[in-house]
């Protein structure tokens, strides 16, 4: 369901951002392209989340221009994650049609960034950037064998859901987070 609240329209307006101590988040945008093709090309970003397949160039294009139509009904987006000023991974939201209607929390680091709680921090910001925008609730899927995105989800207090859906890898689990403030 579209928000179209004052607070959201105040976000967009400012062009406002999650915010994370030890990275910066920017918006994909038509230049950062190259830089997410690179990273979504990367074998360990790819595994789970684009089910290990090769990606085009049209495919970082067809995901900039549905984040961009996500960003003005909802205010999410998704965002190249850069640390000391280079990027190491991508992360936001996007609808995955055979998961869900909703907007479905994605967070993918470069290997290297990976064990030392950066995706827990970049989890938690986008969540409470989601919530900042009005959403009560925030859902993500992840494979069933992807253990290490599990805890992620789990540490940030997301609970499992009952349903899952076939995926690439077995059953892909749906977790959900709920606002604090009702």
């Known amino acids: 369901m579209p928000l179209d609240t004052p607070h959201l329209r105040s976000c967009q307006a400012r062009g406002m951002t ?3 101590q030890r990275v910066r988040f920017a918006r994909l945008t038509e230049p950062a392209l190259d830089a997410l093709h690179e990273l979504a090309r990367d074998p360990h970003v790819r595994r789970y989340l684009l089910d290990g397949e090769q990606v085009s160039r049209a495919w970082c294009d067809a995901i900039l221009e549905a984040s961009d139509a996500l960003h003005d009904t909802t ?17 936001g939201f996007h609808v995955f049609d055979d998961v869900s209607p909703e907007p479905q929390l994605l967070y993918a680091l470069l290997e290297a960034h990976t064990g030392c709680g950066l995706a827990t921090e970049v989890a938690e910001a986008l969540v409470t950037h989601a919530f900042s925008l009005g959403r009560g609730r925030v859902e993500a899927a992840v494979d069933a064998p992807n253990v290490a995105s599990i805890r992620v989800l789990e540490k940030v207090g997301f609970a499992r859901m009952e349903r899952t859906v076939p995926g690439a890898f077995g059953d892909t689990l749906l ?3 709920h606002s604090r403030k009702r």
């Open 75 to 91: 205010g999410l987006a998704l965002y190249l994650v850069e640390r000391d000023g280079a990027p190491i991974g991508f992360a």
């Open 18 to 20: 999650p915010v994370a």
């Open 175 to 177: 977790f959900e987070l």
